[in-house]
């Protein structure tokens, strides 16, 4: 990976606004020339009814909460994505990458479960410690307005109303600051109906999943209760060769529970109880042969590279589904909050409060070096907990002056405790200990943390005429964290730190719209986000005590517009953010040559500053009624701007000018269904999903190795599904990944004596069966 002059920097980002300005310029001129050419909108007279397709197009709106009211998508001066209950259920969405290749711009990494996702949005990412006492998000995640970024970054995808994937800070409209963007998931409410679902299906691997969901009116206009789950239980595509067996193999369930309460035509109380639980055999991964310093001296005796034994699996991606590992391994976590949320309207304003307490735990136990040999092995528990609450007072309907308010304070706290142990063939077994010192300590680190916060936080929308709005918001937040911890080598108490730190931010953000006609809307916003800082978690050399705040200025500009009678919808938005102090996790091991012990450092550092630009565009066409086609494109350019002490596997070297981790230069997608009646109400379709996804820095250490693993090469996907369905039944088949396409969106490093390891995709065949009632 070279480095770029500034010079060069310079120009490629004057290059890089000119196109991106040229693109929105065109999509800007596009419904103008297009109302030109058409028939004028304003001959029709409210007698005559629209055509029969414009009404099917019409009724394709998708509304959306995405500034605390409902809103069509088309007129939120915000760059936003949202999958409908009626998509998630088309692509089969399960998980969160599986919404993300849906979405321009957006990428994530795993690192080794379901649930264990690290996710980007334009570039920008939470590059800090998966495992950290406390979990920092870049981004908000909430569900029905509850914050769960700090339990989960994977919650259930069953009986859903839809996920909207906001880009650019929300700090104005949503409780937790978000520098990155913010997901909002909604889910669906209970209702004075008897109704649900069943949803049955088998794929690849010998994986059985049963999803529902079913609505009790108990009390007709008062008191209705909703229930959902899903049971899913797979053999897993990785294999141990080891005498030991197992692999991958994994269950997992979740269900939620929810009661409505509308004791009058005004007020609204939700109540939601939620439970997932997931265990894998192991971490979904397979050996690289790529060893890094400390691990390459300690097993081989030789520099980093790639240098590791085949150990009777050999390397990905000749190899994509075997290991040897000696000793049992699982993997896991719970997760579960109870939340609660009422509404309560008053005349022109509306009153909400929201609150709730979440419980995650994580865990990792058994084998750590990933060989036959048994050198290591570890037990990893973590536990997460965060109570938070929200206030928010705000006008409704439309008026000259649309305002809302808000207050959000919480806490987040999280304890850890690990410890690696020598295995019978630990080539670092003291001397002292004779040659025998299996069980024993190798490192160990036990933490406790917290983060209280809390905030203020409004905004104002001056509708200034019928088609110009300019809307202003900002925010205080307020933020104290608190660490205590221990490090240990061998037993030997190698770091303490007892440490508090406090941080306070304004953020401010301007929106200025233009509604040029009913179907086009035009917009600009600059707007700030805030991620606090901390402490370290141990005393390092070369860290400071503290690590700073992350800042960013998002700035951008778009246009959402629809034609053809609403048969075509269309979003275009180019941006640029300037992101400071961008906050990095420091994280390996050496051997003390004082001591000849292994120690771990484990902290953040903070970059000076980084970019990111670009563009992204969606469309949603209906082409006929019975033929939809839609797509997504994403272009992002990244890079840090000043990184000359980048701390990387204990070296010390110049990052500035490269791309950031996790943040693909070209994200494309596109989606095409073809409907054919066949008897009666059932209807046949036939389903092609494609994604693209460029290359990626997908882990720290590619500043260093600017090779395999370290860069995950560029890749392309593709799913068909073919089915029939009615009001009430569907049944589908399905392959995913048609072409066994192999790709990786990470590579991780433990103790691993066979090298990094990746998670490799795999081709899956598989069918469902569905009923509502």
């Known amino acids: ?63 959306v909460t995405a500034q605390r009211r409902e809103q069509s998508i088309q007129d939120v001066p915000i760059a936003i994505t949202a999958i409908t209950a009626e998509a998630l259920q088309e692509n089969n969405v399960q998980s969160v990458e599986d919404f993300f290749a849906l979405t321009p711009n957006v990428s994530f990494q795993s690192n080794g479960s379901r649930d264990r996702k690290d996710l980007a949005i334009r570039g920008i990412s939470n590059q800090l410690n998966p495992y950290a006492d406390v979990r920092q998000a870049t981004y908000a995640f909430y569900i029905d307005e509850f914050n769960v970024a700090s339990g989960t970054s994977n919650p259930q995808i069953v009986d859903l109303e839809r996920i909207e994937v906001l880009r650019g800070p929300q700090g104005t409209y949503f409780g937790r600051n978000s520098v990155g963007g913010a997901i909002n998931v909604v889910t669906k409410k209970p209702n004075d109906e008897f109704e649900g679902f069943v949803d049955l299906g088998y794929s690849s691997f010998d994986t059985y999943r049963a999803e529902g969901a079913v609505n009790v009116p108990v009390v007709e206009g008062l008191l209705a209760l909703r229930a959902s789950g899903k049971y899913e239980k797979s053999d897993g595509f990785i294999k141990n060769i080891n005498a030991i067996g197992g692999g991958n193999d994994s269950e997992y369930y979740t269900y939620r529970i929810q009661g409505r309460l509308t004791p009058t035509d005004n007020l609204t109380l939700d109540v939601t109880y939620n439970y997932s639980d997931e265990v894998v055999g192991m971490r979904n991964g397979v050996p690289t042969g790529f060893v890094t310093r400390t691990w390459a001296s300690v097993y081989y005796g030789r520099a980093a590279g790639l240098i590791g034994n085949p150990d009777g699996v050999g390397f990905y991606p000749e190899n994509d589904d075997r290991v040897n590992f000696n000793r049992p391994q699982r993997v896991g976590g719970k997760f579960e909050y109870l939340s609660g949320r009422a509404v309560w309207e008053i005349g022109d304003v509306s009153v909400t409060a929201v609150g709730g307490h979440l419980t995650a735990t994580v865990f990792n136990y058994g084998d750590v070096d990933g060989g036959s040999p048994d050198f290591f092995y570890e037990d990893l528990f973590l536990q997460r907990e965060s109570t938070s609450g929200e206030l928010r007072v705000q006008s409704t309907g439309t008026n000259f002056f649309d305002w809302s308010v808000g207050i959000t304070a919480g806490r987040d706290t999280g304890v850890s405790d690990q410890s690696t142990f020598h295995g019978a063939d630990s080539p670092l077994c003291p001397a002292s200990t004779g040659g025998d010192c299996e069980g024993l300590e190798v490192t160990g680190a036990d933490g406790r943390s917290s983060s209280d916060y809390w905030a203020v936080f409004g905004q104002g929308t001056f509708n200034l005429t019928d088609r110009l709005a300019a809307t202003f918001g900002i925010r205080y937040s307020r933020e104290t964290v608190q660490n205590d911890s221990v490090t240990r080598s061998n037993t030997i108490l190698t770091g303490v730190n007892d440490r508090q730190a406090k941080f306070e931010d304004v953020s401010p953000k301007f929106t200025l719209s233009y509604q040029a006609n009913p179907d086009w809307l035009i917009f600009a916003t600059a707007a700030r986000g805030f991620k606090s800082g901390g402490t370290q978690t141990s005393n390092n050399v070369n860290l400071l005590n503290e690590f700073q705040p992350e800042t960013l200025w998002n700035y951008e500009a778009g246009t959402k517009f629809e034609l053809f009678d609403k048969k075509l919808r269309v979003d275009v938005t180019a941006f640029y953010m300037d992101w400071k102090d961008v906050q990095q996790t420091i994280r390996f091991q050496f051997i003390d040559p004082a001591t000849g012990l292994l120690r771990g450092v484990s902290g953040i550092a903070n970059a000076a500053a980084a970019e990111s630009y670009g563009l992204e565009a969606s469309f949603d066409a209906r082409l006929t009624p019975q033929f939809t086609f839609s797509g997504q494109l994403g272009w992002n350019k990244t890079q840090f701007l000043d990184y000359p002490n980048a701390l990387i596997d204990g070296v010390v070297i110049d990052v500035t000018g490269e791309q950031l981790v996790n943040a693909p230069e070209w994200t494309f997608g596109a989606q095409a269904q073809y409907n054919v009646p066949i008897t009666g109400d059932f209807e046949g379709f036939a389903r092609a999903e494609w994604s693209f996804r460029d290359t990626m820095v997908s882990n720290p250490y590619a500043y260093l190795y600017p090779v395999f693993p370290f860069i995950s090469p560029s890749y392309h996907n593709v799913n068909l599904r073919i089915g029939v369905e009615d009001d009430r039944f569907r049944a589908t088949v399905f392959v995913e990944n048609v072409f066994d396409e192999q790709f990786y969106a990470n590579a991780y490093e433990k103790a691993f004596y066979s090298g990094v390891q990746v998670e490799p995709s795999t081709r899956v065949f598989g069918a469902t069966l569905g009923y509502k009632f």
Do not use: Y
């Open 1 to 63: 990976m070279s480095k770029r002059a500034v010079s060069n920097n310079i120009v490629s980002i004057r290059m890089a606004t000119s196109v991106a300005s040229g693109a929105l310029a065109l999509a800007l001129a596009t419904p103008a020339i297009a109302q030109e050419a058409g028939p004028a909108a304003e001959t029709a007279t409210a007698a005559e009814a629209p055509p029969q397709d414009a009404q099917e197009a019409a009724a394709g709106e998708i509304i």
